[in-house]
């Protein structure tokens, strides 16, 4: 059962006033939110250490994400921490605004840091895409250059012979015809 003092606290520990931007339903900055929102700490922690440990398709991601994850692991502990604290009617009004004003901070904090973390796995996706239409272009090129060398070696080789052997014919063809009108 749950206490009055359990409740003021709750109650003192809420957004209310600010803005958090959870993101798009569904994902992953909107899980961790959400879970630390509705205190289900260990949710969230869950899913950071599943989200670290599962793999990647891209090299780096878990290299360049790994600080912020632990960062995010830290923030949410100690955010746990503050709205645990069972000595809150024993401070005095300011002391509770600062831890008030410190859980705030943390939260947004908290939603920076997952924010860097969805920015490192987009600037990634963005590198990959980009990286594919290099190699696209440079095949793209390859077989263009390919087609036109073949093409020209076809008009030298096979074309032009073709014209030096027809011209050949109609050279001796107008040399015969002029030897016969001049009388040779």
């Given at each position: 059962?749950?206490n009055n003092?359990?409740?003021k606290n709750?109650a003192?520990f809420?957004?209310?006033?600010?803005?958090?931007?959870?993101g798009?339903p569904?994902?992953?900055r909107?899980?961790?939110?959400?879970?630390?929102m509705?205190e289900k700490?260990?949710a969230?922690?869950?899913?950071?250490t599943?989200?670290?440990?599962e793999?990647?398709?891209?090299?780096?991601?878990?290299?360049?994400?790994?600080?912020y994850?632990?960062?995010?692991i830290e923030?949410?502990?100690s955010i746990?921490a503050?709205r645990?604290?069972?000595?809150?009617d024993?401070?005095?009004s300011?002391k509770?605004?600062e831890?008030i004003?410190q859980?705030k901070?943390q939260?947004?904090?908290?939603?920076h840091?997952?924010?860097s973390?969805?920015k490192?796995?987009?600037?990634l996706?963005v590198q990959?895409?980009r990286?594919?239409?290099?190699?696209?272009s440079?095949?793209?090129?390859?077989?263009?250059?390919?087609?036109?060398?073949?093409?020209?070696l076809?008009c030298?080789?096979?074309?032009?012979n073709?014209?030096?052997?027809?011209?050949?014919g109609?050279?001796?063809?107008l040399?015969?015809?002029?030897a016969?009108k001049?009388?040779f």
């Open positions: 059962m749950v003092s359990d409740k709750k003192l809420t957004m209310r006033g600010e803005t958090i931007d959870f798009v569904d994902s992953f909107f899980n961790v939110l959400s879970n630390v509705t700490y260990e969230a922690l869950q899913m950071l599943d989200f670290q440990s793999p990647s398709e891209y090299p780096d991601y878990k290299f360049k994400a790994s600080r994850i632990q960062h995010s923030l949410i502990q746990k503050k645990g604290f069972s000595g809150m024993s401070l005095t300011t509770q605004q831890l004003d859980f901070g939260i947004k904090s908290l939603q840091t997952l924010k973390i969805e490192i796995e987009g600037d996706r990959d895409v990286s594919t239409i290099y190699v696209v440079a095949f793209w090129y390859a077989l263009l250059t390919v087609v036109v060398f073949a093409f020209v076809d030298v080789f096979g074309l032009l073709t014209g030096l052997t027809a011209g050949d109609f050279m001796g063809d040399a015969h015809f002029v016969t001049i009388g």
